[in-house]
């Protein structure tokens, strides 16, 4: 898995990180015990399965199986190889490493992302420049001041402005010696058919974009006149993927954790209004749909969202797609309704802070009462009080009353429908069962992603697994175990592989600890095993001593078990050939097999 770190190395970028506070940095945890829990950052959930340990430094999610240390956590959020993951972690501690030797193709990708990582830090320097010292940024600057921001606010989200010229970041860029390809790759520039470079973004306003590690990944730029697009974003890069990202999140995160509420915005200047005026919880989502990512971001953070996007015909499509995708994440959804025609932007520079939350975040309605209103406004208020208005209505609601889990919460919408409408409530149950029943036929044979995720639980016999355990949680048992039982003894394959590395450690005079031991193996599905078995709870810590010596009697026994059974099998194709003195031998030594199976007699009875 390593072929160039030091193991001293890696063990002191390890000491240095605690795991808690690692993974606080992606999802929320609350203390629980001698642990901490949360929402697990790898699938979407609503009730808390990941678990962190920050004795053993490992976490595990009992939802999706997913566990490790904190190399394959950072590995896995930052998509990041284990190398990468130890230098991402050294840097951040200020650990040096040694130079890794790569092949010519891996030192052109590092390269390549090293430099679009400096082109776009060094791009955003170059844009605020612009902005604060040009002449033509002054217009820029004007425009964003006559629009209610102030420049501790401007200076804060690092606005800038891009001069109208068709190559002025480019020849810049390539004074500081990068490459036009480069430029191309980090989405600062487009080519033309004749194959020439030009500026992508060209008198706008430039909103950079941050990871959560405040590394600029993208921009968003916005023209100050009517000109189309009103916003230009860039492309998909190694940098940015805007599906998995949230604009201003490394801004809010912390506020919307001790808030445990996020507010999402459609627009880069709804967001940075919102935080002059103080409140800070707000992100945008960098596009007209939340992604089931950019869902699980916010869930990570804060049980409750509130969707505040413009009223316009476009924002209420993506607020209608996004309300889905953030229930099926586990949020509390709720939805601000703005006047029409007007933006959060507009809004809060009009009336103020204080009235966009009394009379929009107060008066939010819940993401089921929002989607009977959008319904009822779509059929009609005149019509939906004739008869086929009724029934069209109900049948355009039946699939928002088929998705509400909770039977209070059903109860109470099927009450309150059925007084508005004037319907017997037993015969709108029955129809909502009727669309129930069709869907599961549609839905019939179909494994949800989680369900793919979710590992099977393993045939793997209970001695094994429990003295797995003993070796992950006691090391000094190990030599008395290793004594006993050599790790081909295992006969489940992903036990036996962990064994022989546990053996190896042993053998080369290592200590060796869960977490350390993770980083051997490439297999998730191994990392996987290790983090459960070691937070799980031990069956009787009390009597370990009796366990271990029980779980080695009933491997051994299984094994004999094994070798009787292929001894039975060559026995039955050598009575088709009616070989007496070879089926003699085979049952002589059958014999010895079981006897010493009986001879070796667990203190339990169970079956393996």
Request: aromatic share 10%; net charge positive; hydrophobic share 35%.
């Amino acid at each position: 898995m390593n072929d160039f770190l030091p193991e001293d190395t890696i063990e002191e970028v390890r000491q240095h990180f605690d795991l808690v506070e690692v993974i606080s940095g992606y999802t929320s945890l609350k203390k629980a015990g001698q642990n901490y829990t949360g929402l697990c950052p790898f699938h979407s959930e609503k009730t808390p399965s990941f678990t962190v340990s920050p004795e053993k430094q490992l976490y595990h999610c009992f939802g999706c199986g997913a566990g490790g240390n904190v190399f394959s956590f950072i590995m896995s959020q930052e998509n990041l190889s284990f190398p990468e993951a130890v230098k991402f972690l050294a840097n951040r501690a200020g650990i040096p490493l040694p130079e890794r030797q790569l092949s010519e193709e891996g030192k052109k990708i590092k390269i390549v992302k090293e430099e679009l990582a400096e082109i776009n830090e060094l791009s955003m320097k170059y844009f605020q420049q612009a902005l604060f010292k040009t002449e033509m940024g002054k217009k820029a600057l004007n425009y964003l001041t006559r629009r209610g921001l102030d420049k501790e606010i401007i200076k804060k989200f690092q606005l800038g402005y891009s001069l109208p010229q068709w190559d002025k970041l480019i020849n810049f860029l390539k004074s500081k010696g990068y490459s036009q390809e480069n430029i191309l790759k980090a989405g600062l520039a487009s080519r033309s058919e004749r194959g020439s470079y030009y500026d992508r973004f060209r008198n706008r306003i430039m909103f950079p974009i941050f990871n959560q590690q405040n590394m600029v990944i993208g921009f968003g730029g916005r023209v100050m006149d009517d000109s189309q697009p009103k916003y230009l974003n860039s492309p998909e890069t190694i940098l940015y993927n805007k599906r998995k990202s949230l604009y201003a999140l490394n801004f809010a995160r912390f506020n919307i954790r001790e808030r445990d509420e996020a507010l999402v915005f459609e627009g880069y200047m709804d967001v940075i209004i919102a935080f002059q005026k103080g409140r800070e919880n707000c992100v945008a989502s960098l596009g007209t749909s939340l992604t089931e990512d950019q869902a699980r971001l916010l869930r990570r953070n804060a049980s409750k969202v509130i969707i505040a996007y413009d009223s316009d015909t476009a924002g209420e499509a993506a607020t209608w797609r996004g309300l889905d995708t953030l229930k099926s994440a586990g949020c509390r959804v709720k939805v601000a309704q703005l006047p029409p025609g007007q933006d959060p932007d507009d809004f809060i520079r009009k009336k103020g802070i204080n009235t966009f939350n009394e009379e929009i975040l107060n008066k939010a309605l819940p993401l089921i009462d929002y989607k009977l209103k959008k319904i009822g406004e779509e059929v009609g208020e005149s019509y939906i009080n004739t008869y086929e208005g009724k029934i069209s209505y109900i049948q355009k609601i039946l699939p928002v009353l088929a998705g509400i889990n909770n039977s209070v919460e059903f109860d109470l919408y099927l009450q309150r429908i059925s007084s508005e409408m004037g319907i017997d409530a037993e015969a709108l149950k029955t129809e909502i069962k009727k669309y129930k029943k069709r869907s599961n036929k549609k839905g019939s044979g179909n494994v949800t992603e989680i369900e793919k995720k979710v590992p099977s639980r393993e045939k793997s016999p209970p001695a094994e697994r429990e003295l797995l355990m003993v070796l992950l949680k006691r090391q000094e048992a190990v030599g008395e175990i290793k004594e006993r039982l050599d790790s081909e003894d295992f006969t489940f394959e992903p036990y036996r592989k962990i064994v022989k590395e546990i053996y190896n450690f042993i053998e080369q005079g290592k200590g060796y600890t869960p977490s350390s031991l993770v980083d051997s193996f490439d297999d998730p599905h191994l990392k996987n095993i290790i983090t459960n078995l070691t937070m799980g709870e031990d069956s009787n810590p009390e009597n370990r001593k009796r366990i271990v010596e029980d779980c080695i009697i009933r491997i051994k026994r299984h094994q004999l078990a094994l070798e009787r059974k292929e001894i039975e099998k060559k026995i039955n194709q050598l009575e088709k050939g009616k070989d007496s003195g070879e089926i003699n031998k085979l049952l002589e030594e059958w014999s010895k097999l079981k006897r010493r199976e009986k001879e070796l007699v667990p203190y339990r009875r169970e079956q393996l």
